[in-house]
């Protein structure tokens, strides 16, 4: 017995509720060309990485520090030297042709954070002048290089490689870049799908090839990743190119993955990761180079393709919100960004009942932290239904945990639920009534 005064005393004790939290969905990782400048960089607050740390997945969280860390201003300052050098040697053409891919990179990242974006990771290939073949996409998972890299990195939620169409093609000493090489586009679009398939919580920000007209596009795009399969659900593919102002102060028509992937981040932040990520405006863009009509668009949205349109009054939109996917559950993309965010939220959230004795309490436990994580998320919005039972269902009982899945160390819990989708097309039908009395003066 402890000896204390007459008093109050209070004992605080847990609840033993286990809470499910949800993960993040905005953090992208871009994957692009980087080079260090010739001579000596300026001094700047944040030092560059080195070669070494530019091959592996980093932590960016605003456009200073990724200024800084990738050489920017002293590769802006030898870029607008060659520009104006007379003459203009062909190393000197190379050299110009390599910076404006390492700019290809940086305009996706300010694209991002212009838009709404707050943090993403960025993984670098340090030779521009030459190309990318699938194998070098996928790099090495022990050295955390390309694709292979961000396995390591769960918060990726989205991935982007904008210098994607570069890669297909070495540099040369032309005025004029080389065209890119579709067949091998496409074989690198199909292995940055292989890996978002395989880690079932990020999606691809695919950039159409560019300078594409809407036949040629249709076609291409009937060849990359069947609307049946799998992959097709994972990918998010954008069209046409958009023309920015320029980081460094030189307009340049670049890939629209970066803002677009801080659209998503801004819609995930204002409304919730369920909303659309579409009739949004896009962010430090000039103007678009294809000006697509209503025919057009229609015929590019039917294969998954998302459109960034032009209207009178309203400014530049993003007028589409599919994936590849022909499959009624897969075929929005706000949908399947919504199932692996609730997929991804209860794994990491139960991890607790690893090991816990697999009884009538733990089944009854899960069942009050789903039910209450999916509650939840119906009142923000996400599922449709008027009660939660319309919304949602969670299984987790002696109908489904049998004593053959208790021996085998199992514990089951089927979870159901009704997504909301979008309004895609909004139908009002106007009726003139005919033979109403007129009024007498």
């Not at 593919?237 to 102002?245: G, I, R």
Request: with cysteine; hydrophobic share 35%; charged share 20%.
């Amino acid at each position: 017995m402890t000896t204390k005064p007459p008093g109050v005393y209070v004992t605080e004790k847990s609840s033993g509720v286990r809470m499910i939290v949800g993960v993040g969905t905005s953090t992208p990782a871009f994957l692009g060309y980087t080079t260090t400048p010739t001579g000596t960089a300026d001094e700047t607050a944040t030092p560059p990485f080195t070669p070494e740390q530019r091959k592996i997945p980093q932590p960016i969280r605003g456009w200073q520090e990724f200024t800084d860390r990738y050489s920017i201003p002293a590769l802006g300052k030898e870029l607008a030297a060659l520009l104006t050098k007379k003459p203009q040697v062909a190393a000197d053409l190379k050299r110009i042709q390599v910076i404006q891919r390492c700019f290809t990179l940086a305009e996706a990242v300010y694209g991002f954070f212009a838009n709404g974006g707050t943090s993403c990771y960025v993984v670098g290939f340090l030779n521009p002048e030459a190309p990318v073949s699938e194998n070098g996409l996928g790099g090495n998972e022990e050295a955390r290089t390309g694709l292979d890299g961000l396995k390591t990195v769960p918060d990726v939620t989205m991935v982007a490689v904008p210098s994607l169409w570069d890669m297909t093609v070495a540099a040369t000493d032309a005025k004029t870049p080389p065209e890119p090489h579709l067949p091998n586009g496409k074989s690198l679009i199909v292995k940055v799908l292989a890996h978002c398939t395989a880690q079932r919580n990020r999606l691809a920000v695919v950039d159409a090839p560019p300078g594409q007209l809407v036949e040629p596009l249709k076609e291409f795009v009937g060849t990359v990743a069947s609307p049946d399969s799998d992959e097709a659900a994972f990918m998010a593919l954008y069209y046409p190119w958009v023309k920015v102002p320029g980081v460094d102060g030189v307009p340049r028509t670049v890939p629209p993955s970066g803002h677009l992937a801080g659209v998503w981040a801004r819609t995930d932040a204002e409304r919730g990761v369920f909303k659309a990520p579409a009739n949004q405006n896009l962010r430090g863009v000039l103007d678009l180079p294809t000006l697509l009509s209503d025919d057009e668009n229609g015929q590019l949205n039917e294969q998954g393709v998302n459109c960034l349109r032009v209207f009178p009054g309203r400014g530049l939109l993003v007028w589409g919100a599919r994936t590849r996917s022909s499959s009624r559950d897969w075929r929005y993309l706000n949908v399947r960004r919504l199932v692996s965010f609730l997929s991804d939220s209860i794994r990491q959230s139960t991890t607790w009942a690893v090991f816990e004795p697999n009884d009538d309490r733990l089944w009854a436990t899960l069942r009050h932290s789903v039910t209450s994580f999916l509650t939840d998320q119906w009142r923000q919005g996400a599922l449709l239904g008027r009660t939660p039972d319309e919304a949602f269902y969670v299984i987790c009982d002696r109908t489904n945990n049998t004593s053959a899945t208790i021996d085998r160390g199992e514990v089951i819990c089927d979870i159901g639920i009704a997504p909301v989708r979008p309004a895609e097309f909004v139908e009002f039908t106007i009726t003139q009534i005919a033979g109403q009395p007129g009024t007498s003066s």
